[in-house]
């Protein structure tokens, strides 16, 4: 028996572990369940704690340039104090929230590049501490859908995805990075806007949405960044005229005016700047308008629009090759 506990600490024999996620998407502020099957090794052994960590891929720029890491953004201990007897099986199943801030890694059943996971720790006495890493699939809220889809009602597309650090001036924003879609402008805004960055800040009682458009220079003046923020409830999903909002948003932003004769809605500056906080708030309530018979058909025909920019954007056999070397690897370095 101290043999065997000796080899156990070494990580062999040990227990194992093995997280199965339910399948599906979840959404941002929704429940992440499942359950953790655990494996009893050759000895005896003390769980002190089965750990769950959210995960994520994320972006950092430097002096140096830009550099890519592995960043912790929840944990959740959904067991421990109990002791799993040589070769026993045992499931342990959980039920835990998001935060509101989750991240949106696929729209309309495309992947969108980013990359999330649930990292299960299992706290063994006397052992090595064994790990499982599991892809996370995040879909979006209502009202993030309604207005993606209202963007593409209006003719932008999708180009990238990606996960910054760094915090975002003037919000509530509680993650220790953002996250970044980028779009191509339609005909319409081509000649004003290069691109236009899309942030959602979700909260339990709505959400803030940062919009950064690129904006093309003219004959007398250089080009630069316009910021603007809005502000929606998630109520506002049904009752609320998506495309009209959107496209006052974006109109208001290409002009760089304030919006609703709000002085101070919109502003210039870097995108370090945004990146980093170093902008005042920005303040506008988006309350919207009420729609129309019909609404929503016309914004599931819009919605198409922008699932063809994802799906053209992106080639599926190669995001999921870049998913799968993120876990590989992160599992290599765990073992």
């Known amino acids: 028996m101290v043999f065997k506990r000796l080899l156990g600490s070494m990580g062999i024999g040990g227990p194992s572990v093995d997280t199965v996620l339910t399948p599906g998407a979840v959404r941002p502020g929704g429940s992440l369940t499942g359950e953790v099957h655990l494996k009893g090794g050759n000895a005896d052994f003390d769980i002190e704690h089965?750990?769950?960590?959210?995960?994520?891929?994320?972006?950092?720029?430097?002096?140096?340039?830009?550099?890519?890491?592995?960043?912790?953004?929840e944990r959740f201990t959904v067991a421990g104090g109990f002791?799993?007897?040589?070769?026993?099986?045992?499931?342990?199943?959980?039920?835990?929230?998001?935060?509101?801030?989750?991240?949106?890694?696929?729209?309309?059943?495309?992947?969108?590049?980013?990359?999330?996971?649930?990292?299960?720790?299992?706290?063994?006495?006397?052992?090595?501490?064994?790990?499982?890493?599991?892809?996370?699939?995040?879909?979006?809220?209502?009202?993030?859908?309604?207005?993606?889809?209202?963007?593409?009602?209006?003719?932008f597309g999708f180009r990238?995805?990606?996960?910054?650090?760094?915090?975002?001036?003037?919000?509530?924003?509680?993650?220790?990075?953002?996250?970044?879609?980028e779009l191509?402008?339609?005909?319409?805004?081509?000649?004003?806007?290069?691109?236009?960055?899309?942030?959602?800040?979700?909260?339990?009682d709505g959400m803030e949405v940062v919009?950064?458009?690129?904006?093309r220079g003219g004959p007398f003046s250089g080009g630069h960044d316009a910021l603007a923020r809005f502000t929606v409830g998630h109520q506002?999903?049904?009752?609320?005229?998506?495309?009209?909002?959107?496209?006052?948003?974006?109109?208001?932003?290409?002009?760089?005016?304030?919006?609703?004769?709000?002085p101070g809605a919109y502003g210039d500056g870097s995108h370090d700047a945004y990146g980093h906080g170093a902008h005042a708030p920005y303040g506008h309530e988006g309350h919207g308008h009420?729609?129309?018979?019909?609404?929503?058909?016309?914004?599931?025909?819009?919605?198409?629009?922008?699932?063809v920019g994802v799906a053209g954007g992106l080639v599926a056999a190669e995001v999921v090759d870049e998913v799968g070397d993120f876990f590989e690897g992160d599992e290599d370095d765990e073992g």
């Open 236 to 262: 506002d999903v049904a009752r609320t005229d998506w495309t009209r909002e959107v496209e006052s948003w974006v109109r208001h932003l290409a002009e760089n005016r304030p919006v609703h004769g709000t």
């Open 290 to 307: 009420r729609s129309g018979p019909g609404m929503g058909t016309a914004v599931a025909a819009g919605a198409a629009g922008l699932a």
């Open 50 to 73: 089965i750990t769950l960590e959210l995960v994520a891929r994320v972006e950092a720029e430097h002096g140096d340039g830009e550099s890519e890491g592995v960043v912790a953004f």
């Open 184 to 204: 191509s402008p339609s005909l319409e805004y081509a000649q004003r806007i290069n691109e236009l960055e899309l942030t959602f800040l979700a909260r339990p």
């Open 160 to 181: 990238s995805a990606d996960l910054e650090y760094g915090r975002i001036g003037g919000t509530g924003q509680r993650l220790p990075f953002y996250q970044e879609i």
């Open 83 to 155: 002791r799993l007897a040589e070769g026993e099986r045992r499931s342990v199943p959980f039920d835990v929230t998001l935060p509101w801030e989750t991240p949106v890694s696929e729209l309309y059943g495309q992947p969108l590049g980013i990359v999330l996971g649930v990292r299960t720790e299992l706290g063994v006495a006397g052992a090595k501490d064994k790990g499982d890493l599991d892809p996370l699939t995040v879909g979006p809220l209502p009202v993030q859908e309604a207005v993606l889809e209202a963007f593409g009602q209006l003719g």
């Open 211 to 215: 919009l950064e458009a690129d904006k």
